[in-house]
Structures are given as structure tokens and as C-alpha cells.
């Protein structure tokens, strides 16, 4: 059974760094596009960043941009948010997604198959 298991969150202060990272199993992810997306309390899930399956391109919402990085490792079924220059309004549960097969430009929940349980990210001010 496809699994998607978050690790990597946890309680910071503002301008510190973390790094998730989103170990897959149960198949191959290679032709996968992944991404995160993360959900704050009382508000609705949304998109953070994402990778295309071939690893051409990147996308990341605007308020991430500059500070955020995805990255993947295909040989480990694992993908990577590194986040650096943390704000409070970062605080949120992040989670790992997965998209349909060879599908590119994941920025949608609706485009999402899999997911994981999320890991809690607080930023303090």
C-alpha cells in the first residue's frame, strides 16, 4: 500500500530554518509529481511548493517564494522542503502530496491522489 510519511516539523523562532522531508513507499515515485501544501488552523488547505516528476521545474506560491526550496531524491522515494527565514504566518500542518502519474504542475489539492498525515510547523515571533 502507497505510503507518504512526514518528518522534520517542529516549534522555532522567527527567522530560523527547517527542513521537512517526505519519505514515499508502497511504489515507485519517480513519475510522480510531489509537493507540499499545509493547512492552519481554521483555514482552508493550501498550496506551498512542488516538483515536477522529471525534475524539470519547480513551482511555489508567493509567499514562500525566495525563502522555501523543494528539492527530490528519486533513488530514496523521499522529497525535500527546506525552509529558510521562517515567519509566524508559516505556522501550520504541512503536507506531502502526490499527483497522478506523469502529470506536471501539481498546485492543486484537487490534483492530489495521496497524502500524508502532515507534520505540525510553529513559528514563534
Known amino acids: 500500500q502507497a505510503q507518504l510519511v512526514e518528518s522534520g516539523g517542529g516549534l522555532v523562532q522567527a527567522g530560523d530554518s527547517l527542513r521537512l522531508s517526505c519519505a514515499a513507499s508502497?511504489?515507485?515515485?519517480?513519475?510522480?509529481?510531489m509537493g507540499w501544501f499545509r493547512q492552519a488552523p481554521g483555514k482552508e488547505r493550501e498550496f506551498v511548493a512542488s516538483?515536477?516528476?522529471?525534475?524539470?521545474?519547480?513551482y511555489y506560491t508567493d509567499s514562500v517564494k525566495g525563502r522555501f526550496t523543494i528539492s527530490r531524491d528519486n533513488a530514496k522515494n523521499t522529497v525535500y522542503l527546506q525552509m529558510n527565514s521562517l515567519k509566524p504566518e508559516d505556522t501550520a500542518v504541512y503536507l506531502c502530496?502526490?499527483?497522478?502519474?506523469?502529470?506536471?504542475?501539481?498546485?492543486?489539492?484537487?490534483?492530489?491522489?495521496?497524502w500524508g498525515q502532515g507534520t505540525q510547523v510553529t513559528v514563534s515571533s
Open positions: 516538483i515536477d516528476w522529471n525534475n524539470d521545474n519547480a
Open positions: 508502497g511504489r515507485t515515485f519517480s513519475y510522480y509529481s
Open positions: 502530496a502526490v499527483g497522478r502519474p506523469f502529470r506536471s504542475s501539481l498546485t492543486s489539492v484537487h490534483d492530489c491522489d495521496l
